[in-house]
C-alpha cells in the first residue's frame, strides 16, 4: 500500500468484525504517530486506552446520553435506544482518548490541537496500514462531564478525539471530495 492509496482509501468506520485489537499494537503506532510537526515542541497530548470495566462504565454513560437526547415517551422505543447505546460503545474493540494539555497562551493552544490532530491522521493511517480503520468522535459522550471524570481529564486538559478502533466488518463507500484544484487560489 503506497502512502497515496492509504491516504485515499482510509475511511472512518463503525462496524467492526468481533475481532481484538490489542493494546501493544495500539501503543507501537503511536510510537510513530507521535512524530508530527509541533509548534515549540509542547507535546502536548497524552493517551488513556479505556478497558474492561471503564468501557462498561463509558458504554452506559453513552447510554444515559441517548436517553437524554431521545423524544420519545414509547417504552419499547425507549428500550432500543438505551440497548443500542451500551452496545455502540461496550463492542468497540478498541477505545481510546487523545487529550491535551491547555496551553496558558492562546494561540499555542490552537496549534496544540492541529499538531494533535495531525497525530490522530498519522495514527488513523497506519492503523489502516494494519488492516485496523478508526472513528475520531468529539461528540457529547467524548466532552461530556461524566466521560472527563472517568477518564481522569484535569482542569487545564482537553479531550481532542475519543478514538475507536477495530478491525472493519465493512468497506463503505466514500463521500466524494471537492478537487483540490478548484480551491486553488494563485496570487502573483
Ligand atoms: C475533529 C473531528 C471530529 C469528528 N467527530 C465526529 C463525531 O463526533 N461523530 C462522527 O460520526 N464522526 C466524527 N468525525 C468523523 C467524520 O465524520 C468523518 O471523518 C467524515 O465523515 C469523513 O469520513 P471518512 O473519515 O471515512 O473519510 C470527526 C472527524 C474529525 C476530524
Not at 32 to 42: E, R
Amino acid at each position: 500500500m503506497t502512502l497515496k492509496q492509504t491516504i485515499r482509501e482510509r475511511r472512518s468506520i463503525s462496524a467492526y468484525q468481533d475481532k481484538e485489537v490489542s493494546a501493544a499494537l495500539v501503543e507501537e503506532l503511536l510510537e510513530t504517530a507521535i512524530w508530527v510537526p509541533n509548534h515549540k515542541l509542547t507535546e502536548p497530548w497524552r493517551f488513556v486506552f479505556v478497558q474492561g470495566e471503564a468501557k462498561r462504565n463509558l458504554a452506559e454513560i453513552n447510554r444515559e446520553v441517548a436517553m437524554a437526547k431521545s423524544n420519545t415517551d414509547n417504552k419499547e422505543d425507549l428500550q432500543v435506544i438505551s440497548d443500542n447505546a451500551f452496545d455502540k460503545i461496550n463492542r468497540v474493540p478498541f477505545l481510546f482518548f487523545v487529550i491535551n494539555t491547555l496551553h496558558t497562551d492562546a494561540k499555542l493552544r490552537e496549534e496544540d490541537y492541529a499538531a494533535s490532530s495531525c497525530l490522530i491522521q498519522n495514527f488513523s493511517l497506519l492503523a489502516w496500514e494494519e488492516g485496523l480503520s478508526t472513528f475520531w468522535k468529539t461528540g457529547k459522550l467524548a466532552t461530556c462531564a461524566e466521560t472527563a471524570e472517568l477518564i481522569g481529564l484535569t482542569e487545564n486538559e482537553r479531550v481532542v478525539g475519543q478514538i475507536q478502533v477495530g478491525y472493519p466488518a465493512k468497506s463503505p463507500t466514500p463521500t466524494p471530495r471537492f478537487a483540490a484544484k478548484d480551491r486553488i487560489t494563485v496570487v502573483e
